[in-house]
């Protein structure tokens, strides 16, 4: 069985989907597609930094469609991912996500200001978000943090 890594934008009220509330259905995710390697000039040697590459677009995407960066990271079936509609962005639609395979969330620290850079990017494209000084400055100046699931699941 082939294994997918997928990072799905969620809005700050769905954090619950790590438990399965709400379900993860028919989403926009992200991986690493070949596109996104040709895009970025990465080789199959490259592939943590290609993964990260689909965190941050997938972060941008959150940005763009929820105003905020919070991705959840799950390891899916590959029968489970379908092409997306930007694939040089890493862009897929997941079908579904068993909250058995999510294994940690990314989120910006509590307290960063991330409402200019979700102001500016608010319904763009990836490529047009990434091009806002707004974006540019939160993905400089804030790394996102990773959270392990098994947190989540022992405070909840």
Same mark, same amino acid.
């Given at each position: 069985?082939?294994?997918?890594?997928?990072?799905?934008?969620?809005?700050?009220?769905?954090?619950?989907?790590?438990?399965?509330?709400?379900?993860?259905?028919?989403? *926009?995710?992200?991986?690493? #597609?070949?596109?996104?390697? =040709? %895009?970025? /000039?990465?080789?199959?040697?490259? $592939?943590?930094? +290609?993964?990260?590459?689909?965190?941050?677009l997938a972060s941008v995407a959150g940005l763009s469609r929820y105003g905020c960066?919070?991705?959840?990271?799950?390891?899916?079936?590959?029968?489970?991912?379908?092409?997306?509609?930007?694939?040089?962005?890493?862009?897929?639609?997941?079908?579904?996500? *068993?909250?058995?395979?999510? #294994?940690?969330?990314?989120? =910006? %620290?509590? /307290?960063?200001?991330?409402?200019? $850079?979700?102001? +500016?990017?608010?319904?763009?494209?990836?490529?047009?978000?990434?091009?806002?000084?707004?974006?540019?400055?939160?993905?400089?100046?804030?790394?996102?943090?990773?959270?392990?699931?098994v947190e989540y699941r022992r405070a909840t």
């Amino acid at each position: 069985m082939r294994r997918s890594l997928v990072f799905i934008p969620v809005a700050d009220d769905e954090l619950g989907a790590l438990d399965g509330s709400p379900a993860i259905e028919s989403r *926009p995710a992200f991986t690493v #597609t070949p596109e996104l390697l =040709d %895009e970025l /000039g990465y080789s199959a040697d490259d $592939a943590e930094d +290609a993964e990260y590459a689909a965190l941050v677009l997938a972060s941008v995407a959150g940005l763009s469609r929820y105003g905020c960066r919070l991705v959840v990271v799950a390891e899916v079936d590959g029968s489970l991912v379908r092409p997306g509609d930007d694939p040089a962005n890493g862009a897929v639609v997941l079908d579904a996500c *068993p909250p058995s395979a999510i #294994t940690s969330w990314f989120s =910006d %620290e509590p /307290g960063v200001d991330v409402g200019p $850079a979700a102001e +500016a990017a608010r319904g763009l494209s990836i490529d047009d978000a990434w091009e806002t000084p707004e974006v540019q400055a939160l993905l400089q100046d804030h790394d996102l943090l990773w959270n392990d699931v098994v947190e989540y699941r022992r405070a909840t």
